[in-house]
């Protein structure tokens, strides 16, 4: 039972161009979202994060959409850059732990 | 170096022997998670743990699986008679405070069962 959806488990974006990364939820009760990078071998990195009260968070060139009535999330990554490539993790916060998405796979074409 | 520290990074078991992850936490964090990914999966939960508390444990499996933070040392997950389904890639986190949705992971390790 997946609370955190990411239906594209890859996505390849021309350097300079937008990427969009997409994820979907279930639960109406989660309070905080995120966005998480990970390189191979390395343990994932926090990227950004929005509240379930906010529907746009911008931290140069990140910026996280919500919207809470079709629950989705996306991350908008422009311009695009060849150190963007890396899987991504959408997560949710709920109580003591935050649950995670099964990630997308994103890969900046030069 | 402040950051979370696992070890070992790659640890190797035969069916039916123990294996202990040990993770320390950033300088100053007194909240742990463990994570376990599975291949072509994303993180599951397992744990949450504050120094000698275990306050969630709602994804560890019922049997096999331990988790404790002592007052003094690193946290430990603990794997008794290890399957090969336990082969995965675990990973601790850790964060200032409760509720707080920023945490900073190690560099996980890997589990692999023989």
């Known amino acids: 039972d997946q609370q955190v959806k990411q239906n594209s488990p890859s996505l390849s974006v021309q350097e300079g161009r937008i990427s969009i990364l997409n994820c979907d939820y279930t639960?109406?009760?989660?309070?905080?979202f995120l966005w998480y990078k990970k390189y191979p071998a390395e343990g994932p990195t926090f990227l950004i994060s929005?509240?379930?009260?906010?529907d746009k968070n911008e931290d140069g060139r990140f910026t996280v959409f919500l919207n809470k009535s079709a629950k989705h999330l996306s991350l908008h990554i422009v311009p695009s850059q060849p150190g963007d490539s890396a899987v991504y993790f959408c997560?949710?916060?709920?109580?003591?732990?935050?649950?995670f998405g099964k990630g997308t796979r994103l890969h900046i074409l030069p | 170096n402040a950051g979370v520290m696992q070890n070992p990074r790659h640890l190797v078991r035969r069916r039916g022997q123990e294996a202990r992850l040990r993770c320390s936490p950033m300088?100053?964090?007194?909240?742990v998670y463990w994570y376990r990914q599975l291949p072509e999966e994303g993180l599951k939960f397992m744990v949450y743990?504050?120094?000698?508390?275990?306050?969630?444990e709602s994804g560890m499996p019922k049997e096999r699986f331990s988790a404790e933070f002592p007052k003094e040392g690193p946290s430990i997950l603990r794997i008794q008679q290890v399957v090969r389904g336990d082969s995965a890639a675990y990973f601790c986190?850790?964060?200032?405070?409760?509720?707080?949705?920023?945490?900073?992971f190690g560099s996980g390790t890997q589990l692999s069962v023989l």
């Open positions: 986190a850790s964060s200032l405070s409760r509720h707080n949705e920023k945490l900073f």
């Open positions: 639960n109406s009760m989660f309070d905080y």
């Open positions: 929005i509240s379930s009260i906010k």
């Open positions: 997560a949710a916060s709920e109580d003591d732990k935050i649950i």
């Open positions: 300088k100053g964090h007194s909240h």
């Open positions: 743990l504050q120094k000698e508390n275990i306050i969630d």
